[in-house]
């Protein structure tokens, strides 16, 4: 490998991946770098990303990673991150909830 940082590297393969039906699996691209498991590309991914290198991804075929082709694209994955946020956001508050009734009932039946 060159001397170059594992993010400098991935930017540029990335470059080569424009377009959803471009896109390159995780596991694709630790195995381009030698890696046993894709973490660390999903990190360096990650820290493209926040240094502002717009990284988008997509989990149904082709799955992996892509340089969005257009404002469009990068909108529609923008648009599917919202849709996760909020089923997250919903499973967070359940989770509280519907422990917090369990116990309530298993305090209350223990009083009985």
């Known amino acids: 490998m ?3 940082s ?3 590297q ?3 393969i990335l470059l080569q991946c424009v377009g959803r039906e471009r896109a390159v699996k995780a596991e694709a691209l630790a195995s381009l770098f030698f890696y046993n498991d894709d973490r660390p590309i999903r990190k360096a991914i990650e820290m493209l990303i926040d240094k502002g290198f717009p990284v988008c991804s997509v989990t149904e075929d082709p799955a992996g990673y892509f340089f969005p082709a ?3 694209e990068a909108r529609k994955y ?3 991150l919202q849709q996760r946020a ?3 956001f919903l499973r967070r508050r359940h989770i ?3 422990t917090a009734r369990y116990y ?3 305090k209350q039946g223990a009083l009985l």
């Open 86 to 88: 909020v089923r997250i």
């Open 70 to 72: 257009n404002i469009d």
């Open 6 to 8: 594992l993010e400098q």
């Open 2 to 4: 060159s001397n170059e």
């Open 104 to 106: 309530e009932k298993v």
């Open 96 to 98: 509280i909830r519907n």
């Open 10 to 12: 991935l930017k540029k």
């Open 78 to 80: 923008s648009k599917s």
